[in-house]
Nanobody, 114 residues
Framework: QVQLVESGGGLVQAGGSLRLSCAAS????????MGWYRRAPGKEREFVAR????????YYASSVKGRFIMSRDNAKNTVYLQMNSLKPEDTAIYYC???????WGQGTQVTVSS
């Protein structure tokens, strides 16, 4: 059973940065298709970023492209989401997933104040 635990969320002013972490346990996820999603208040969950197995390719939602960077540290079985130039509309609960959505973390809250 794979468990994912997100951390790194918090309150930040617009223009600031945060780095989210998603630590996996249960098995090695170096070949797993992993992603970040978010759910803003009153909205549906939306795609943020995705890293294909072995980190071959990374994809981003247009709303975050150029501001967010997804990376993975296979030695630590952890993926990251570096979020820069944050905007109030980035406020949401951020979730990571593994195996193309088979496993999900519990989420971490990100709040961006204007």
């Amino acid at each position: 059973q794979v468990q994912l635990v997100e951390s790194g969320g918090g309150l930040v002013q617009a223009g600031g940065s945060l780095r989210l972490s998603c630590a996996a346990s249960g098995r090695t996820l170096s070949d797993s298709d992993m992603g970040w999603y978010r759910r803003a208040p009153g909205k549906e969950r939306e795609f943020v970023a995705r890293s294909t197995g072995s980190g071959g390719s990374t994809y981003y939602a247009s709303s975050v492209k150029g501001r967010f960077i997804m990376s993975r540290d296979n030695a630590k079985n952890t993926v990251y989401l570096q979020m820069n130039s944050l905007k109030p509309e980035d406020t949401a609960i951020y979730y990571c997933n593994a195996d193309a959505g088979l496993y999900w973390g519990q989420g971490t809250q990100v709040t961006v104040s204007s």
